[in-house]
């Protein structure tokens, strides 16, 4: 797992998404204008929570780590270091596998 240099801010994540699949079930030679983008990934950074009404933090329940799964075109793809990464809310994140 990779050393991230930047903190998301309130309830957001930094996700390092999986490598897209190269081939088919049936061993089918995928070329790049052909791969889907990946739906996986592994949380790298997470932020303090969302600010409450009551000026308290919400907690998120993801942590650094956590394998999850997210929307296709949710959050926003950026470079950090080299590494492609994602920034998503935690409502963005469809499930956690465990």
């Given at each position: 797992?990779?050393?991230?240099?930047?903190?998301?801010?309130?309830?957001?994540?930094?996700?390092?998404?999986?490598?897209?699949?190269?081939?088919?079930?049936?061993?089918?030679?995928?070329?790049?204008?052909?791969?889907?983008?990946?739906?996986?990934?592994?949380i790298l950074a997470v932020?303090?929570?969302?600010?409450?009404?009551?000026?308290?933090?919400?907690?998120?329940?993801?942590?650094?780590?956590?394998?999850?799964?997210?929307?296709?075109?949710?959050?926003?793809?950026?470079?950090?270091?080299?590494?492609?990464?994602?920034?998503?809310?935690?409502?963005?994140?469809?499930?956690?596998?465990?």
């Open positions: 797992m990779a050393k991230i240099k930047i903190k998301p801010l309130d309830d957001r994540v930094v996700v390092e998404p999986m490598a897209a699949e190269e081939t088919t079930a049936g061993g089918i030679v995928l070329p790049g204008a052909a791969q889907e983008k990946p739906q996986r990934g592994t932020g303090p929570g969302r600010l409450l009404d009551s000026g308290e933090r919400g907690e998120l329940s993801l942590t650094v780590g956590d394998e999850v799964i997210f929307g296709k075109y949710g959050g926003s793809d950026i470079e950090v270091d080299g590494t492609e990464v994602k920034i998503l809310r935690e409502s963005d994140i469809l499930a956690k596998v465990v």
